[in-house]
């Protein structure tokens, strides 16, 4: 069943039990600028939107489709919809519709926003003469609330990239879930990046000359507005390129630790086959001689010394062949 909230500029905040969606117009005759907050909308509400407010078909398909950021202007309502941080855990985005028809504001969403509650109280606490300025005046503490949003959390980032920065490059000590993290914050960067985005292009949209879709008077506060997005968009980026930096550099660092131990393995077994290599004929020379056989030359070799002198002559000889050969060299420390 949908939430549905109504705010006044005279009276303050009606819950759904205190009114109807069929006796919002009769409030808003006497109210004022009236903005109607409707959370997760039904049949009912799309039955209003259709028959009261007399909506467009396209903002109707919209609204409960597959809605993209947008804004229209009809013959009698303007029809916007934009990406917004939603306030659950996993910090993904939802779409907002907003409806404006005379001096009625309507925002339609799925989920909790965190940036509606702030349009409230700043709606609460707005100037009569700012009031004056139409409902072209809520739409902009609208959408400069969703980007104040943004803010606090771009913030947050640029002190996780800082930190990430630090551990990546902190030679005496190693950290745990680097990658991880780095890859979190890109994921935060990029869905942050599609609701700053799209208040940008929406602002734009808006402020083009010859679209009329905002009053005259109130083109200053929504320059405003645009300048700070177009900060927001600079800084999504710039943390972007740094995250992604970041995460280049950790893995450039662990394909070199990877490489130096790759290299320290090779110089190991390398080692170890020289050794092998050399012990092994001595071995066999050993085991023949060790036989007990009296048909082995002994006294023609010279005996036990002659056999160590044998064996230690053909390990010199091997010895010159692995040095001529520059196997030896992987012996050498730097």
Known sequence: M???????????????????????????????????????????????????????????????GDASTTIQRFDDHRFITLQVRDSDNRLDTEPVAIILKDSLLITIRSTRIPAIDVFSKRMKKADAEDLELGIDFLLYELLDSIADDWTP?????????????????????????????????????????????SLHSILIRMLKPGERLIS???????????????????????????????????????????????????????????????MLPLTLIAGIFGMNNEDLPEDAIGGFWGIIGLMSAFALVMMIYFWWRGWLSVLKRP
């Open 2 to 64: 949908a939430e549905v909230r109504l705010q006044t500029s005279s009276d303050g905040i009606f819950k759904g039990d205190d009114f109807t969606l069929d006796s919002i117009f009769d409030i808003v005759k006497t109210g004022g600028l009236t903005w109607v907050d409707i959370l997760r909308p039904d049949e009912e509400v799309q039955t209003f939107l259709s028959d009261s407010v007399n909506v467009d078909e396209l903002v109707i398909e919209d609204i409960f």
């Open 153 to 197: 959390r771009l913030a947050s980032y640029s002190d996780e990239l800082d930190r990430l920065e630090f551990q990546v490059f902190d030679p005496s000590e190693t950290y745990d879930n680097l990658l991880e993290g780095l890859h979190s914050l890109k994921r935060q960067l990029r869905e942050a990046y599609k609701s700053i985005e």
């Open 216 to 278: 005259k008077e109130t083109e200053r506060y929504f320059l405003d507005t645009q300048q700070l997005v177009t900060t927001l968009v600079k800084r999504c980026n710039n943390y972007s390129v740094g995250a992604t930096s970041t995460r280049d550099t950790y893995l450039s660092h662990v394909s070199l630790r990877l490489a130096e131990s790759n290299a320290r393995l090779s110089e190991v077994m390398t080692t170890l086959t020289i050794v092998g290599a050399i």
